[in-house]
């Protein structure tokens, strides 16, 4: 077997970390100490925040929902767009009169806003009270740095700036509940000319076959039904390892392992999805009939512009090929409207490859220049109102079309795994199917953790709704 190319963290170097999290626990114990994590932005990070989490529990912080009753608060930000950016900024300003009455507690920003020395610069320079600053490449290092921001009167700034190793082994604390993250590889090499994750997040680093089997095997010792793979693009998962082990080998590989009984992954970039890739999706049981694959745009010209590397007509035989290969596949996508020089032939495109595509449900957003990436030079002449009547445009068709889709399950029998609570009413239970559907029904919350089948009975824009069957 040959060796992978990038750099790991050392055993040694993970070993420190776990005695700052043993010198920690000791300074902390029997304090009744209690953490809050806010985070913005993709399940990356969600799942970042999952492993802040696991290692502020094996110091012995208990988390609180209540930021105001927190010891430590951070916050896990997102630069993709500018309103999360703006987001942060007020809420962590917010929290100068807090830190003022609790001189003793800890604010700690973190993840891919740091990334960029301006912006980590201006939250140190306009929030002196922050008392910890770092990115996304070292929050394995998160009990060394916070062992020097209890100790320290200044904050305690810690950015790598080239793109960070492949961490294995840090505690994690995923939310409760059947279903789990796992990251499969770190960072992107596309360079979509509106984006900054390139940027914050690094080169592609992809995870060993062993070690993301080992995750996935341990995650369903602990009773997790379904599991989420996750990458900035999972596609081109294993083209930076030496050795000839792709994507569509590892689904087959995790479709093997006992006790997880729903595969899902995110996110797909069509250049690189594969014909083997379809091939396994369509023979693995247990990988979701639900493929997320954005689209951005309709345009051949702003997909060239977006440096998506495909064509609109590219993108429609792949469709076809998924669809032939899965006629059940639902399919959802990512799109952004105003992208500099759009014009309205090309946003008619866009309207024009939704009306083709027929997804499921599709995440729609105006562009937001980001300082660094190519796009965010080009001239951007369009007004806002039109790139806010765009996406209202937009809105319409994708909702009108995603409840349609949603029209056709009614009165067949799904099956859903029950995930938990309805967050909007009490005694309603929520569900997913495996084409990625939520269906609220009434039910016992013994069923939370099963497979059931439903009778789907409403048919809403984002939701179904089911009844159990009598006899089950
Ligand atoms: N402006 C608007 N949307 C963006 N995205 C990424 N960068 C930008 C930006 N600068 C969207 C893309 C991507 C999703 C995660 O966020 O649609 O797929
Ligand atoms: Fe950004 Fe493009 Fe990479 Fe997605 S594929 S993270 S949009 S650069």
């Known amino acids: 077997m040959s060796e992978r190319k990038q750099i790991l963290v050392t055993p040694e170097e993970m070993e420190e970390q776990r005695q700052y999290i043993a010198e920690l626990r000791t300074r902390i114990e029997g304090k009744g100490l ?77 993840g891919c806003m740091m990334q960029q020395p301006e912006i980590s610069d201006y939250i140190r320079r306009s929030f002196p009270f922050v008392d910890l600053i770092f990115g996304t490449h070292n929050l394995y290092r998160f009990p060394c740095l916070l062992l020097q921001a209890l100790d320290s009167n200044t904050t305690v700034v810690e950015i790598l700036d080239s793109e960070g190793a492949v961490v294995e082994h840090v505690p994690t604390r995923r939310a409760k509940g059947v279903s789990a993250w796992v990251t499969i590889m770190y960072g992107c090499n596309n360079f979509c000319s509106y984006c900054i994750v390139p940027y914050v997040r690094g080169r592609e680093r992809s995870r060993h076959r062993e070690d993301i089997l080992e995750e996935v095997q341990d995650l369903a010792e602990e ?20 050795r000839q082990y792709l994507f569509h080998q590892l689904l087959r590989d995790i479709n093997g392992v006992n006790g997880i009984e729903r595969i899902r992954f995110t996110t797909s970039h069509p250049k690189d999805l594969s014909d083997e890739l379809i091939e396994t999706m369509a023979e693995c049981k247990k990988v979701c009939r639900h493929l997320h694959l954005p689209i951005q745009s309709g345009s051949n010209r702003i997909l060239k512009a977006m440096n998506r590397k495909y064509t609109r007509e590219n993108y429609l ?37 939704v009306e083709k595509v027929r997804y499921d449900s599709a995440f729609t957003f105006i562009y937001s220049p980001r300082r660094g990436t190519p796009a965010a030079k080009i001239k951007d002449e ?91």
């Open 34 to 110: 209690k953490y809050h994590i806010v985070t913005y932005g993709c399940q990356m990070n969600v799942h970042d925040s999952e492993k802040l989490a696991g290692m502020l529990h094996e110091i012995g912080y208990a988390e609180t929902g209540q930021m105001q009753e927190a010891d430590l608060i951070l916050f896990n930000t997102c630069c993709v767009r500018e309103n999360a950016e703006l987001r942060v900024y007020g809420n962590v300003g917010a929290l100068r009169a807090y830190k003022q009455a609790n001189p003793n507690s800890i604010i700690g920003v973190c």
């Open 223 to 242: 009773g997790y039904k379904e599991i989420t793979l996750l990458g900035q693009n999972v596609n081109s998962y294993g083209k930076d390892l030496d």
């Open 317 to 353: 035989q792949l469709v076809e090929k998924i669809k032939k290969a899965m006629p059940d596949i639902s399919l959802t996508t990512d799109i952004i409207v105003g992208f500099p020089g759009e014009s309205e032939e090309d946003f008619k495109d866009t309207l024009d490859i």
């Open 382 to 472: 369009i007004p806002q109102e039109d790139k806010k009547e765009r996406l209202a445009r937009l809105n319409e068709l994708v909702s009108s079309i995603s409840h349609e889709k949603n029209k056709a399950y009614l009165g067949k029998n799904v099956e859903v795994l029950v995930e938990g609570p309805s967050k909007t009413k009490a005694d309603v239970l929520t569900g997913r199917t495996g084409t990625n559907k939520t269906v609220n029904f009434k039910g016992d919350p013994e069923l939370i953790g099963r497979f059931i089948t439903l009778r789907i009975v409403e048919a809403h824009v984002f939701s179904l709704v089911g009844e159990l069957l009598k006899d089950a």
